[in-house]
Protein backbone atom coordinates (compact mmCIF):
# COMPACT_ATOMS: atom_id res chain seq x y z
CA UNK A 1 0.00 0.00 0.00
CA UNK A 2 1.51 3.25 -0.79
CA UNK A 3 1.29 5.03 1.87
CA UNK A 4 2.08 9.20 2.47
CA UNK A 5 4.37 8.53 5.40
CA UNK A 6 6.73 7.00 3.48
CA UNK A 7 7.94 10.29 1.87
CA UNK A 8 7.17 12.69 4.57
CA UNK A 9 7.69 16.30 2.78
CA UNK A 10 8.97 19.04 5.29
CA UNK A 11 9.03 22.45 3.42
CA UNK A 12 8.55 25.40 5.45
CA UNK A 13 9.27 23.90 8.36
CA UNK A 14 12.40 25.11 10.18
CA UNK A 15 12.22 22.87 13.18
CA UNK A 16 12.30 19.98 11.00
CA UNK A 17 14.85 21.03 8.00
CA UNK A 18 17.62 21.99 10.59
CA UNK A 19 20.35 24.12 10.33
CA UNK A 20 18.30 27.56 8.92
CA UNK A 21 17.36 27.97 12.24
CA UNK A 22 21.21 28.57 14.01
CA UNK A 23 22.02 30.90 11.22
CA UNK A 24 19.48 33.33 12.53
CA UNK A 25 20.25 36.96 14.35
CA UNK A 26 19.79 37.32 17.62
CA UNK A 27 15.90 37.78 18.08
CA UNK A 28 14.80 41.51 18.77
CA UNK A 29 13.06 42.24 22.14
CA UNK A 30 9.46 43.02 19.73
CA UNK A 31 10.36 39.27 18.86
CA UNK A 32 11.19 38.01 22.34
CA UNK A 33 7.83 39.43 23.76
CA UNK A 34 5.64 38.03 21.10
CA UNK A 35 6.98 34.91 21.34
CA UNK A 36 6.78 34.44 25.54
CA UNK A 37 3.01 36.00 24.42
CA UNK A 38 1.99 32.95 22.37
CA UNK A 39 3.97 30.60 24.98
CA UNK A 40 1.83 31.88 27.92
CA UNK A 41 -1.63 31.31 26.02
CA UNK A 42 -0.92 28.20 24.71
CA UNK A 43 0.83 27.13 28.00
CA UNK A 44 -2.63 28.17 29.45
CA UNK A 45 -4.03 26.37 27.44
CA UNK A 46 -2.72 23.31 27.96
CA UNK A 47 -3.08 23.35 31.66
CA UNK A 48 -6.68 24.11 31.66
CA UNK A 49 -7.56 21.81 29.51
CA UNK A 50 -4.49 19.43 30.82
CA UNK A 51 -6.75 19.83 33.83
CA UNK A 52 -10.38 19.31 32.92
CA UNK A 53 -9.22 15.95 31.22
CA UNK A 54 -7.98 14.81 34.21
CA UNK A 55 -11.03 15.63 36.23
CA UNK A 56 -12.91 14.28 33.99
CA UNK A 57 -11.07 11.25 34.30
CA UNK A 58 -12.06 11.22 38.16
CA UNK A 59 -15.50 11.51 37.34
CA UNK A 60 -15.87 8.44 35.34
CA UNK A 61 -13.70 6.67 37.54
CA UNK A 62 -16.40 7.50 40.34
CA UNK A 63 -19.55 7.11 37.91
CA UNK A 64 -18.14 4.12 36.32
CA UNK A 65 -19.21 2.19 39.60
CA UNK A 66 -22.57 2.72 39.19
CA UNK A 67 -22.54 1.81 35.45
CA UNK A 68 -22.78 -1.40 33.78
CA UNK A 69 -19.39 -2.42 33.44
CA UNK A 70 -17.75 -2.52 29.48
CA UNK A 71 -14.52 -4.48 28.73
CA UNK A 72 -10.95 -2.47 29.02
CA UNK A 73 -9.80 -1.31 25.80
CA UNK A 74 -6.91 -3.17 24.70
CA UNK A 75 -4.22 -1.19 22.58
CA UNK A 76 -3.56 -2.80 19.16
CA UNK A 77 0.27 -1.75 19.33
CA UNK A 78 2.24 0.66 21.29
CA UNK A 79 0.87 3.83 23.01
CA UNK A 80 3.17 6.63 24.14
CA UNK A 81 3.89 7.50 27.32
CA UNK A 82 2.37 11.10 28.51
CA UNK A 83 5.95 12.45 28.32
CA UNK A 84 6.12 11.36 24.66
CA UNK A 85 2.88 13.23 23.97
CA UNK A 86 4.11 16.48 25.86
CA UNK A 87 6.53 16.54 23.60
CA UNK A 88 4.83 15.45 20.70
CA UNK A 89 2.35 18.57 21.72
CA UNK A 90 5.08 20.99 22.54
CA UNK A 91 6.94 20.16 19.08
CA UNK A 92 3.62 21.08 17.43
CA UNK A 93 3.41 24.41 19.11
CA UNK A 94 6.79 24.63 17.93
CA UNK A 95 6.29 24.62 14.46
CA UNK A 96 2.78 26.71 15.08
CA UNK A 97 4.90 29.27 16.24
CA UNK A 98 7.80 28.98 13.78
CA UNK A 99 5.53 29.20 11.14
CA UNK A 100 3.87 32.46 12.63
CA UNK A 101 7.68 34.01 13.01
CA UNK A 102 7.85 32.96 9.15
CA UNK A 103 5.24 35.66 8.23
CA UNK A 104 3.08 32.54 6.97
CA UNK A 105 -0.36 33.71 9.77
CA UNK A 106 -0.64 35.44 12.21
CA UNK A 107 -0.33 34.90 15.71
CA UNK A 108 -3.52 32.34 17.09
CA UNK A 109 -6.36 34.00 18.95
CA UNK A 110 -7.37 30.94 20.09
CA UNK A 111 -8.84 30.66 23.22
CA UNK A 112 -10.64 34.29 23.29
CA UNK A 113 -13.32 33.04 25.62
CA UNK A 114 -14.43 35.38 28.32
CA UNK A 115 -13.98 34.59 31.85
CA UNK A 116 -17.52 34.15 32.09
CA UNK A 117 -18.00 31.94 28.60
CA UNK A 118 -15.10 29.83 29.95
CA UNK A 119 -17.13 29.15 33.45
CA UNK A 120 -20.02 28.54 31.88
CA UNK A 121 -18.85 26.44 28.93
CA UNK A 122 -16.75 24.07 32.08
CA UNK A 123 -19.81 23.77 33.67
CA UNK A 124 -21.90 22.54 30.58
CA UNK A 125 -19.11 20.20 29.72
CA UNK A 126 -18.98 18.52 33.01
CA UNK A 127 -22.80 18.68 33.13
CA UNK A 128 -21.93 16.49 30.21
CA UNK A 129 -19.70 14.02 31.49
CA UNK A 130 -22.27 11.89 33.03
CA UNK A 131 -24.44 11.57 30.14
CA UNK A 132 -21.21 11.08 27.29
CA UNK A 133 -19.96 8.11 30.41
CA UNK A 134 -24.22 6.30 30.50
CA UNK A 135 -23.89 6.04 26.37
CA UNK A 136 -20.50 4.38 26.48
CA UNK A 137 -21.15 2.20 29.04
CA UNK A 138 -24.66 1.25 27.55
CA UNK A 139 -23.54 0.76 24.16
CA UNK A 140 -26.30 4.03 23.74
CA UNK A 141 -24.92 5.59 20.29
CA UNK A 142 -28.01 5.75 18.26
CA UNK A 143 -30.12 8.31 19.68
CA UNK A 144 -30.42 10.49 17.08
CA UNK A 145 -31.22 8.07 14.91
CA UNK A 146 -34.23 6.67 17.30
CA UNK A 147 -35.90 9.83 17.78
CA UNK A 148 -36.52 11.02 14.94
CA UNK A 149 -39.35 12.99 16.67
CA UNK A 150 -36.72 15.49 17.89
CA UNK A 151 -33.70 15.23 15.34
CA UNK A 152 -36.07 14.52 11.70
CA UNK A 153 -35.30 11.59 9.63
CA UNK A 154 -33.83 13.24 6.42
CA UNK A 155 -30.11 12.95 6.84
CA UNK A 156 -27.99 10.50 5.55
CA UNK A 157 -28.03 7.58 8.17
CA UNK A 158 -24.58 7.05 8.17
CA UNK A 159 -24.79 10.64 9.65
CA UNK A 160 -27.18 10.34 12.15
CA UNK A 161 -25.41 8.05 14.88
CA UNK A 162 -23.79 9.96 18.26
CA UNK A 163 -20.53 10.27 16.96
CA UNK A 164 -18.45 9.93 20.29
CA UNK A 165 -21.15 9.10 22.06
CA UNK A 166 -21.65 13.09 21.86
CA UNK A 167 -25.00 14.42 23.45
CA UNK A 168 -27.45 14.87 20.13
CA UNK A 169 -24.71 13.68 17.94
CA UNK A 170 -24.09 17.14 15.38
CA UNK A 171 -27.78 18.01 15.67
CA UNK A 172 -28.04 20.30 18.43
CA UNK A 173 -26.37 23.84 19.48
CA UNK A 174 -25.86 22.87 22.92
CA UNK A 175 -23.55 20.19 20.81
CA UNK A 176 -22.10 22.81 18.64
CA UNK A 177 -21.29 25.32 21.59
CA UNK A 178 -19.93 22.35 23.53
CA UNK A 179 -17.97 20.65 20.38
CA UNK A 180 -14.81 23.08 19.96
CA UNK A 181 -14.28 22.58 24.12
CA UNK A 182 -14.53 18.68 24.31
CA UNK A 183 -12.22 18.17 21.59
CA UNK A 184 -9.59 20.41 23.17
CA UNK A 185 -10.12 18.23 26.38
CA UNK A 186 -9.15 15.49 23.87
CA UNK A 187 -6.67 16.87 22.39
CA UNK A 188 -5.00 18.68 26.12
CA UNK A 189 -5.98 22.40 24.11
CA UNK A 190 -3.77 21.58 20.63
CA UNK A 191 -6.78 21.00 18.13
CA UNK A 192 -6.49 24.53 16.46
CA UNK A 193 -2.32 24.38 16.37
CA UNK A 194 -3.06 21.16 14.35
CA UNK A 195 -5.65 22.53 12.03
CA UNK A 196 -3.29 25.53 11.74
CA UNK A 197 -0.73 23.67 9.48
CA UNK A 198 -2.67 23.50 7.21
CA UNK A 199 -2.55 27.26 6.67
CA UNK A 200 1.53 26.63 6.02
CA UNK A 201 0.30 24.91 2.09
CA UNK A 202 -2.22 27.53 1.95
CA UNK A 203 0.32 30.50 2.64
CA UNK A 204 2.05 28.92 -0.77
CA UNK A 205 -0.39 28.68 -2.75
CA UNK A 206 -1.38 32.25 -1.77
CA UNK A 207 2.03 33.48 -2.39
CA UNK A 208 1.36 32.96 -5.96
CA UNK A 209 -2.17 33.84 -6.31
CA UNK A 210 -3.78 36.81 -5.13
CA UNK A 211 -6.57 36.33 -2.29
CA UNK A 212 -8.93 37.99 -3.90
CA UNK A 213 -9.52 35.80 -6.69
CA UNK A 214 -9.06 32.59 -4.57
CA UNK A 215 -12.55 30.44 -5.01
CA UNK A 216 -12.13 28.77 -1.57
CA UNK A 217 -14.78 26.42 0.52
CA UNK A 218 -13.96 24.51 3.65
CA UNK A 219 -16.00 21.35 3.96
CA UNK A 220 -17.31 20.12 7.34
CA UNK A 221 -16.61 23.26 8.53
CA UNK A 222 -18.13 22.54 11.94
CA UNK A 223 -18.23 25.97 13.96
CA UNK A 224 -15.51 27.25 11.41
CA UNK A 225 -12.32 25.74 13.62
CA UNK A 226 -10.00 26.35 9.91
CA UNK A 227 -12.22 28.82 7.97
CA UNK A 228 -11.99 31.45 10.72
CA UNK A 229 -8.32 31.03 11.10
CA UNK A 230 -7.90 31.00 7.22
CA UNK A 231 -9.73 34.03 7.21
CA UNK A 232 -8.08 35.98 9.37
CA UNK A 233 -4.85 34.84 7.97
CA UNK A 234 -5.46 35.79 4.80
CA UNK A 235 -7.33 38.91 5.27
CA UNK A 236 -8.62 39.49 1.41
CA UNK A 237 -9.69 35.87 1.02
CA UNK A 238 -13.58 35.02 1.08
CA UNK A 239 -14.42 31.69 1.45
CA UNK A 240 -17.57 29.23 2.04
CA UNK A 241 -18.11 26.62 4.83
CA UNK A 242 -20.38 23.93 3.77
CA UNK A 243 -21.81 21.57 6.43
CA UNK A 244 -24.36 19.03 7.08
CA UNK A 245 -25.44 20.18 10.47
CA UNK A 246 -27.32 23.67 10.63
CA UNK A 247 -26.60 23.62 14.29
CA UNK A 248 -23.04 23.84 14.22
CA UNK A 249 -23.10 26.27 10.96
CA UNK A 250 -25.15 28.81 13.00
CA UNK A 251 -22.42 28.85 15.58
CA UNK A 252 -19.69 29.46 13.12
CA UNK A 253 -22.32 32.14 11.47
CA UNK A 254 -21.92 34.42 15.25
CA UNK A 255 -18.12 33.35 15.36
CA UNK A 256 -17.00 33.95 11.03
CA UNK A 257 -18.78 37.97 11.24
CA UNK A 258 -15.91 38.55 9.00
CA UNK A 259 -18.30 39.41 5.45
CA UNK A 260 -16.37 37.42 3.89
CA UNK A 261 -17.89 34.08 4.86
CA UNK A 262 -20.62 32.33 3.71
CA UNK A 263 -22.26 28.89 4.43
CA UNK A 264 -24.03 25.86 2.83
CA UNK A 265 -25.96 23.32 4.44
CA UNK A 266 -25.38 20.26 2.61
CA UNK A 267 -23.28 17.05 2.16
CA UNK A 268 -19.88 16.71 1.12
CA UNK A 269 -20.17 14.13 -0.95
CA UNK A 270 -22.75 16.45 -3.25
CA UNK A 271 -21.33 19.81 -3.96
CA UNK A 272 -23.08 23.15 -5.32
CA UNK A 273 -20.19 24.07 -6.80
CA UNK A 274 -19.85 23.87 -11.05
CA UNK A 275 -17.02 22.15 -12.04
CA UNK A 276 -13.46 23.47 -12.53
CA UNK A 277 -14.65 26.21 -10.15
CA UNK A 278 -12.77 26.25 -6.79
CA UNK A 279 -9.42 26.82 -6.12
CA UNK A 280 -8.76 25.63 -2.86
CA UNK A 281 -10.49 22.96 -0.23
CA UNK A 282 -10.20 22.24 2.82
CA UNK A 283 -11.09 19.56 4.98
CA UNK A 284 -10.87 19.16 8.63
CA UNK A 285 -11.93 16.26 10.91
CA UNK A 286 -13.81 14.66 8.12
CA UNK A 287 -12.74 11.41 6.55
CA UNK A 288 -12.28 9.39 9.69
CA UNK A 289 -16.05 10.28 10.52
CA UNK A 290 -17.46 8.51 6.58
CA UNK A 291 -17.75 5.85 5.51
CA UNK A 292 -15.42 3.82 3.40
CA UNK A 293 -17.96 4.79 0.67
CA UNK A 294 -18.82 8.16 1.30
CA UNK A 295 -14.93 9.05 1.41
CA UNK A 296 -14.72 8.00 -1.80
CA UNK A 297 -17.55 10.15 -3.35
CA UNK A 298 -16.16 13.38 -1.48
CA UNK A 299 -12.97 12.88 -2.88
CA UNK A 300 -14.84 12.53 -6.11
CA UNK A 301 -16.38 16.02 -5.90
CA UNK A 302 -13.07 17.81 -4.96
CA UNK A 303 -11.60 16.62 -7.88
CA UNK A 304 -14.74 17.41 -9.59
CA UNK A 305 -15.46 20.99 -8.29
CA UNK A 306 -11.66 21.59 -8.02
CA UNK A 307 -9.88 23.48 -10.70
CA UNK A 308 -6.58 22.15 -12.35
CA UNK A 309 -3.76 22.94 -10.42
CA UNK A 310 -6.69 23.41 -7.56
CA UNK A 311 -5.62 22.15 -4.07
CA UNK A 312 -7.36 19.99 -1.46
CA UNK A 313 -5.92 20.40 1.77
CA UNK A 314 -6.69 18.05 4.05
CA UNK A 315 -6.50 17.63 8.30
CA UNK A 316 -7.65 14.69 9.89
CA UNK A 317 -6.22 11.74 12.44
CA UNK A 318 -2.26 9.92 12.02
CA UNK A 319 -3.44 6.60 10.21
CA UNK A 320 -1.65 3.30 11.21
CA UNK A 321 2.31 3.74 10.64
CA UNK A 322 2.54 7.24 10.29
CA UNK A 323 4.82 7.60 13.09
CA UNK A 324 6.08 5.13 14.97
CA UNK A 325 5.02 4.59 18.90
CA UNK A 326 1.29 6.08 17.82
CA UNK A 327 -0.38 3.08 16.48
CA UNK A 328 -1.89 1.83 19.76
CA UNK A 329 -3.31 4.84 20.80
CA UNK A 330 -5.00 5.15 17.92
CA UNK A 331 -6.82 2.15 18.05
CA UNK A 332 -7.84 2.67 21.82
CA UNK A 333 -9.51 5.66 20.15
CA UNK A 334 -12.43 3.69 18.38
CA UNK A 335 -12.45 1.25 21.57
CA UNK A 336 -13.34 4.31 23.82
CA UNK A 337 -15.78 6.23 21.41
CA UNK A 338 -18.60 6.26 19.18
CA UNK A 339 -16.43 6.13 15.89
CA UNK A 340 -17.99 3.41 13.40
CA UNK A 341 -15.61 4.36 10.46
CA UNK A 342 -12.26 5.10 12.29
CA UNK A 343 -10.82 1.68 11.95
CA UNK A 344 -11.70 1.27 8.25
CA UNK A 345 -10.14 5.24 8.27
CA UNK A 346 -6.68 3.81 9.66
CA UNK A 347 -5.81 1.78 6.87
CA UNK A 348 -7.03 3.64 4.46
CA UNK A 349 -4.58 4.37 1.66
CA UNK A 350 -5.86 7.91 1.00
CA UNK A 351 -2.73 8.26 -1.54
CA UNK A 352 -4.03 6.04 -3.49
CA UNK A 353 -7.99 7.19 -3.29
CA UNK A 354 -7.23 10.71 -4.58
CA UNK A 355 -4.46 9.65 -7.32
CA UNK A 356 -7.54 7.35 -8.91
CA UNK A 357 -9.50 10.95 -8.64
CA UNK A 358 -6.40 11.83 -11.01
CA UNK A 359 -4.62 14.21 -7.90
CA UNK A 360 -1.47 14.09 -6.43
CA UNK A 361 -0.07 14.40 -2.29
CA UNK A 362 2.73 17.73 -2.81
CA UNK A 363 2.63 18.10 0.88
CA UNK A 364 2.21 15.77 3.80
CA UNK A 365 3.44 16.25 7.54
CA UNK A 366 1.84 15.00 10.52
CA UNK A 367 0.82 17.09 13.47
CA UNK A 368 1.07 15.42 16.88
CA UNK A 369 -2.15 13.14 16.83
CA UNK A 370 -3.30 14.79 13.00
CA UNK A 371 -1.80 14.33 9.52
CA UNK A 372 -1.88 17.13 7.10
CA UNK A 373 -1.79 16.80 3.50
CA UNK A 374 -1.89 18.44 0.11
CA UNK A 375 -3.61 17.04 -2.82
CA UNK A 376 -3.72 18.73 -6.37
CA UNK A 377 -5.62 18.55 -9.44
CA UNK A 378 -2.82 18.60 -12.41
C1 LIG B 1 -15.31 16.21 13.71
S1 LIG B 1 -16.28 17.53 13.13
C2 LIG B 1 -15.08 18.56 12.33
C3 LIG B 1 -15.52 19.99 12.24
C4 LIG B 1 -14.46 21.00 11.82
N1 LIG B 1 -13.94 20.74 10.51
C5 LIG B 1 -13.33 21.07 12.83
O1 LIG B 1 -12.21 21.19 12.43
O2 LIG B 1 -13.60 21.04 14.02
C6 LIG B 1 -17.10 16.78 11.78
C7 LIG B 1 -18.03 17.74 11.07
O3 LIG B 1 -18.35 17.11 9.85
C8 LIG B 1 -19.70 17.36 9.57
N2 LIG B 1 -20.09 16.31 8.61
C9 LIG B 1 -20.12 14.97 8.81
N3 LIG B 1 -20.47 14.32 7.69
C10 LIG B 1 -20.67 15.29 6.75
C11 LIG B 1 -21.02 15.26 5.38
N4 LIG B 1 -21.24 14.12 4.75
N5 LIG B 1 -21.11 16.43 4.71
C12 LIG B 1 -20.88 17.60 5.35
N6 LIG B 1 -20.55 17.70 6.64
C13 LIG B 1 -20.44 16.56 7.34
C14 LIG B 1 -20.40 17.33 10.90
O4 LIG B 1 -21.65 17.97 10.86
C15 LIG B 1 -19.36 18.04 11.77
O5 LIG B 1 -19.56 19.42 11.78
Not at 205 to 231: E, F, H, N, S, V
Not at 246 to 263: M, N
Request: net charge positive.
Amino acid sequence: MARASTTMDHRHDRTSSGGAGSRRRRPSLRKLASRADYIWKQGNRLALYTLHSEAMRRMNARLQKELPETPKPVPDGPVPSQRRILADITALFADDLNSVEDGLYPAPRDGRMSLRELIATSRAFFKDVPEVARRRATGAHQEVFEDKDRYGDTLPRYYRQNFHFQSDGWLSEESARLYDFQVDVLFSGATAAMRRRALVPFAEILKRKDQRKIAYADLACGTGGLLAPALSAFPRLKGVGVDLSEPYLSVARETIDTGRASFVNTMAECLPFADNSLDVLSCVFLFHELPPKVRRMVIAEAARVLKPGGSFLFVDSLQTGDIPGYDGLLSLFPQLFHEPYYTSYLDEDLDGLFAAAGMTRSFFRPAFVSRVAEYRKP
